[in-house]
C-alpha cells in the first residue's frame, strides 16, 4: 500500500511533527502518549490536551495508570510506625513528670513562669479592666427577660397574638442584624403602625 505511514516506526521528533500537523488524528496522539509515558515525559495536563482529540478516553487513562509507577510495598509503614510508636512513649514521659504544656488555639505560648519573670508591680492592667467591668455591670431586672434570638417569625407570632409593640421591636432590632433588609423590616412596621390606627 502506497502513501501508508506506520506510527510505531516514527521517531519521537516525527510523531510530534505528525500530531501538530494533523491534531485530529486520534491515533497518532495515542502513540505519542504510549511513548511520553514510557519515558515519563508528560503530566497530567498533557494527558487531559490529548484526551480531547482521542475518541476511546478509557485507553489513553490505562496509558496514564501504566505510566505511574507507585510503590505500594510495606518497607516504609514499618519505619512510621516505629516513629509512631517512639513519639507516644516520650509523650507519655512526659505526662508522667506531671509537667505538661497546655496550647490554646490562638494567642501566645508563654507559660505562666515566662510572666511571672517580666512582671512589674504596676503591671496589673488586666485587673484593673476586670475591675471596671465588674462595677460598671448592673443586675438585669427579672420584668425583661434577656433573649437574644429575633427572627421575624417571632414578631409575627407576636403581632397575631395582639403584641404589635413587641412585633415592632422585634422589626427594630432585626433592622440593625441585616442592615440590607432594613427596608423591608421599616415596612413592616409603618404596616403595624397604619393596622393600629384603625
Known amino acids: 500500500m502506497s502513501g501508508y505511514i506506520d506510527i510505531k516506526k516514527l521517531t519521537l521528533d516525527e510523531l510530534t511533527g505528525v500530531v501538530n500537523l494533523y491534531p485530529w488524528f486520534g491515533g497518532a496522539r495515542k502513540e505519542l502518549c504510549e511513548r511520553m509515558s514510557r519515558i515519563d515525559g508528560w503530566g497530567e495536563a498533557q494527558y487531559a490536551d490529548a484526551a480531547m482529540y482521542i475518541g476511546a478516553r478509557g485507553k489513553l487513562s490505562d496509558v496514564m495508570r501504566s505510566a505511574r509507577k507507585e510503590d505500594w510495598e510495606d518497607a516504609d509503614v514499618e519505619k512510621l510506625l516505629k516513629s509512631y510508636i517512639v513519639e507516644k512513649k516520650s ?4 505526662a508522667s513528670s506531671g509537667k505538661r504544656k497546655v496550647y490554646a488555639g490562638v494567642g501566645d505560648y508563654f507559660s505562666q513562669e ?5 512582671r512589674r508591680a504596676d503591671d496589673n492592667v488586666f485587673s484593673r479592666y476586670a475591675a471596671k467591668a465588674k462595677q460598671g455591670k448592673t443586675g438585669t431586672s427579672d420584668s425583661e427577660p434577656e433573649f437574644d434570638l429575633y427572627t421575624e417569625t417571632l414578631a409575627r407570632i407576636y403581632l397575631e397574638q395582639g403584641y404589635p409593640e413587641q412585633a415592632k421591636s422585634i422589626y427594630s432590632k432585626l433592622i440593625l442584624a441585616y442592615p440590607e433588609k432594613n427596608a423591608y423590616f421599616a415596612a413592616l412596621i409603618q404596616k403595624i403602625d397604619e393596622l393600629n390606627q384603625y
Open 91 to 94: 509523650n507519655a514521659a512526659e
Open 114 to 118: 515566662d510572666y511571672d519573670q517580666v
